[in-house]
């Protein structure tokens, strides 16, 4: 093939218009955010989730109101409180047997939006606690 002026044109066209999809396709996708602490207490018959981001000034935890921003990591700090061992699970994560007044930790980065179901079950599989997490 003969490289013409021709051929070099129609290159630098298909370059522009491959590097605007491109652009395009990194404008549309969530940027990797922030750190979460999601700390889970785990009592005799519930299991309370806050959600919370460092401050600006990295003075302390606010509260995070509402879903989890798809792209955050998150770190799940769980803290069982009830007089049995129980396991936590979500995002496909477990933290093992987690004895009466210990914490058991995972971490999992939120890549999916989307609706996640997170479980407690206490030793022998005798009772089970179930909510969701929403990534928007």
């Known amino acids: 093939m ?21 652009m395009g396709a990194a404008q549309a996708t969530t940027e990797p955010s922030t750190s979460l602490l999601v700390e889970v207490v785990i009592s005799k018959a519930t299991v309370i989730l806050g959600q919370y981001a460092s401050s600006a000034t990295h003075d302390g935890l606010i509260p995070l109101g509402g879903a989890v921003p798809r ?20 995002f496909g994560k477990r933290t093992g047997t987690v004895r009466p007044r210990q ?7 939120a890549l999916e939006r989307g609706v996640f179901h997170y479980e407690a079950t206490f030793t022998g599989g005798r009772s089970t606690v179930r909510g ?5």
Do not use: M, W, Y
């Open 2 to 22: 003969q490289f013409t002026l021709r051929n070099a044109l129609v290159a630098c066209l298909a370059a522009f218009v491959l590097a605007g999809f491109a």
């Open 132 to 136: 969701i997490i929403l990534v928007k």
């Open 71 to 90: 792209g955050d990591f998150l770190h799940f700090e769980v803290v069982n409180h009830s007089p049995e061992s129980a396991d936590f699970v979500a």
């Open 103 to 109: 914490i058991g930790h995972f971490n999992v980065l």
